[in-house]
């Protein structure tokens, strides 16, 4: 079997997997838990998507693709990377890429690394050790980093 498996954003595994990542966010007015809410597991958002989980369901990736955004950022972004397995994450992220290159072939790939909130002195390590570059940084101070 493969690296990763293709799932529907909404997968219980994946959203739960989510949940545990520092991006993750509930919201206010409860429609996460509002079982009448069929978005309510959706965790990519609003675009061409991939969401990825290891045959073992202990890592998730998932990118997007999104025609208009409002950071000014083009290309096929990482939006949420969960490693909870024993696989080196940057092998999990070279086989990541090879699945959205060939849905997108030739698309830069980018993805944002909130430095305050993971544990690394070197935050968004794993990306930069398979060739992931700094390019900048967002308005509210998040890493943006991406391969080209």
Known sequence: ????????????????????HYSHRGYSDGRRDDESNSARRLIVGP?????LLTPDEDALFAWRRCSFRNDRQD????????NE?????SELIL?????AFRRWPGERMFTYVDSRRV?????????????WRRCGESQKGLL???KT
Do not use: Q
């Not at 675009?47 to 969401?51: I, L, P, S, T």
């Not at 290309?75 to 969960?82: A, I, N």
């Open 75 to 82: 290309g096929v972004e990482c939006t949420v990377f969960r």
């Open 144 to 146: 943006i980093l991406e």
């Open 85 to 89: 397995g024993k696989r080196r994450s």
């Open 47 to 51: 675009g061409e998507k991939m969401v």
């Open 95 to 99: 086989s990541a890429e090879k699945e």
């Open 1 to 20: 079997m493969g690296d990763w498996m293709h799932v529907k954003d909404g997968n219980p595994v994946a959203y739960a997997m989510h949940t545990r």
């Open 119 to 131: 544990r690394s002195t070197n935050p968004g390590c794993c990306f930069k050790a398979v060739g």
